[in-house]
């Protein structure tokens, strides 16, 4: 679906009552006459500060921001999880923090203009499953700080602070739940970041692509004017060009005399939301001063200019398990062909259960328990693989060169079980020094390197072994006989790229299922599966990088690189001899059988 279709698409509303979408629900509209808002009003009296005893904050980089009172959250309809924050920014941004703190991460994010209380239904049942449930307000929204300017709500804005917040909380292995504004803002944020994320889970949402200089839309002007239309008079004589319609649109919730987030969900749901939800709903926003996010969130769509293409590209290669559901009542975030597009652009969404459920755009508070318990399932099905033993272990090697029965060959020391091969004293070891203290005729510092493996497990048959071979120290590094290497007559040839050497060692490999492997396959049928990884030759190179080598790489004719999940635990097994290579960065391969 190019980007104009996905404007065209979303912008199909019915003439009277508008049904739930990422245009209708990311804008605010008024409400249908004074009683309905004086009605919304009441509910902040309990909370409502006047005008003059608000307090305006402002952070260091000048942005100012207001904070709703905790008053207006206290005693909400089925929400009494403790409020947690951690600031971005300068800015204090809310979340919920449910469930065992050592359990599964899943990071829920919400659309416009609900909060975390949208989420109130399916926490309970995640977390109950032994997950841990961290679902953010963006700031602006729900507890989290509230800038008052409208300008300062920009994409790529909402985006970094977003990130921001991920990386605060030091949050991998991410399970993400993203529903309308959720989507736009998580599912870049994903598609730039693939390396943090085990699972996603779509929820009436989508990622547009709209190329850069392309975009039709501007940014209104925030005015509040109080000649505007009632919201059903103004969907009935908005421009039916699509383009002047929406920007139309934008222009309206900008200026709407009265914004209440309860009404627009009400909208998108299908269920009746009573006194108190609506009343939930409203609380972060007691007051005109509160509402500058809500308002300008629709206008954020100007601000796309290309910058979501590369985290599409990254989607459509992203393996690791994508789940899309819907709502048949959101006829446009919910469609079929939304959902489709995704389920046939994400690799990782093959062969998953893929749901519609009878539900309007905010699906959370139609269907929560039940879509939470599927979610449950989902993650069961695919689980995160555990982390063996030795998965991501730091280690260094020192090969000892001398010669050997048949030609030269290098005996290899390593510091597994022994050290993590601190990067100050690896640097003190001095190579010729070495070479002299045991007779050898060169010295190779080979590290630090990284296991890719879970697991080894020796074979008995009397060959050295990863962690049981004979004692050394070298420099004050204490190291282990691990495996002898044969160089078949030429010192370079331990180094050399693509190169297939025969080492002496009795081992068993095991990558566990879920891990993701990467390969390099010659022109010959052989494959060969990396082992570990090098920072030699790049110090900075970390296993996120890896999926993405084929780039860097400078394969010989015939050969290529390729990476992909393990649906079962993979075994490499070398009884006596492993053939064994590396490539231009040193990270090194077994040859599978």
Request: charged share 20%; glycine share 8%; proline share 7%.
């Amino acid at each position: 679906m190019n980007w104009l279709n996905y404007w065209v698409f979303t912008m199909r509303l019915p003439s009277i009552i508008p049904l739930p979408s990422l245009l209708l629900t990311l804008l605010l509209f008024g409400c249908s006459d004074d009683s309905e808002s004086n009605r919304n009003a009441s509910t902040f009296d309990d909370c409502n500060l006047p005008a003059q005893d608000i307090v305006v904050n402002s952070t260091e980089s000048g942005i100012e921001f207001v904070r709703t009172p905790d008053a207006c959250f206290e005693s909400l309809d089925g929400y009494d999880f403790a409020p947690s924050y951690i600031t971005v920014d300068g800015l204090r941004m809310h979340y919920v923090d449910a469930g065992p703190s050592d359990g599964e991460i899943i990071l829920m994010l919400h659309g416009q203009p609900s909060w975390s209380y949208l989420y109130r239904k399916m926490i309970p049942v995640l977390t109950d499953a032994g997950y841990r449930v961290i679902a953010a307000d963006h700031i602006g929204m729900g507890r989290s700080d509230k800038p008052v300017d409208p300008r300062v709500h920009t994409y790529d804005q909402q985006v970094l602070w977003n990130k921001g917040f991920i990386d605060a909380l030091g949050l991998t292995e991410i399970t993400l739940f993203v529903q309308d504004w959720g989507s736009l803002i998580g599912l870049r944020i994903a598609g730039e970041n693939p390396e943090l994320f085990a699972r996603i889970v779509l929820a009436n949402g989508d990622l547009p692509a709209i190329p850069a200089g392309l975009n039709p839309f501007t940014i209104p002007i925030f005015a509040i004017d109080d000649m505007l239309p009632e919201a059903e008079e103004f969907f009935r004589n908005r421009s039916p060009d699509r383009v002047e319609g929406f920007q139309q649109w934008i222009d309206y919730a900008a200026g709407a005399p009265y914004l209440f987030a309860a009404d627009v969900v009400q909208v998108g749901t299908v269920t009746e939301l009573s006194e108190s939800e609506r009343a939930a709903y409203n609380a972060p926003y007691p007051d005109e001063i509160y509402r500058a996010a809500i308002r300008a969130f629709p206008s954020m769509v100007a601000g796309i200019q290309g910058q979501t293409l590369p985290a599409l590209a990254a989607l459509g290669e992203f393996d690791m398990p994508f789940l899309a559901l819907a709502g048949e009542f959101d006829p446009n975030l919910g469609s079929e062909a939304t959902q489709n597009a995704w389920i046939e652009r994400v690799p990782g969404a093959r062969g998953q259960d893929h749901r519609r459920y009878e539900a309007g755009h905010f699906i959370q508070e139609d269907v929560g328990a039940e879509m939470a318990a599927q979610v449950v399932d989902f993650m069961r099905a695919n689980p995160i693989p555990l982390p063996g033993p030795l998965y991501s272990v730091r280690y260094c090697e020192i090969l000892l060169v001398a010669p050997g029965d048949e030609g030269l060959e290098a005996q290899v020391y390593n510091t597994l079980g022994l050290n993590a091969c601190p990067q100050e004293e690896w640097d003190a070891l001095d190579a010729e020094a070495i070479a002299s203290k045991f007779g050898a005729i060169a010295v190779d510092k080979n590290g630090p390197r990284y296991w890719l493996l879970d697991q080894i497990t020796p074979v008995n048959d009397g060959a050295p072994v990863p962690g049981f071979g004979q004692f050394e120290s070298f420099g004050g590094l204490d190291m282990r006989l691990v495996a002898i290497v044969s160089l078949s007559g030429n010192m370079a040839a331990g180094n050399a790229p693509y190169t297939v050497r025969e080492v002496q060692r009795n081992t068993l490999f095991t990558f566990v299922a879920g891990r993701r492997i990467y390969e390099l396959h010659d022109p010959d049928g052989g494959r060969y599966v990396m082992q570990s990884m090098s920072q030699i030759v790049d110090a900075q190179l970390q296993i996120s990088d890896l999926a993405s080598l084929d780039q860097r790489l400078e394969l010989p004719n015939g050969w290529h690189f390729g990476t992909r999940i393990l649906k079962e635990d993979l075994e490499l097994t070398a009884v006596g001899l492993a053939e064994v290579l590396v490539d231009d960065l040193r990270n090194t391969y077994q040859r599978a059988d």
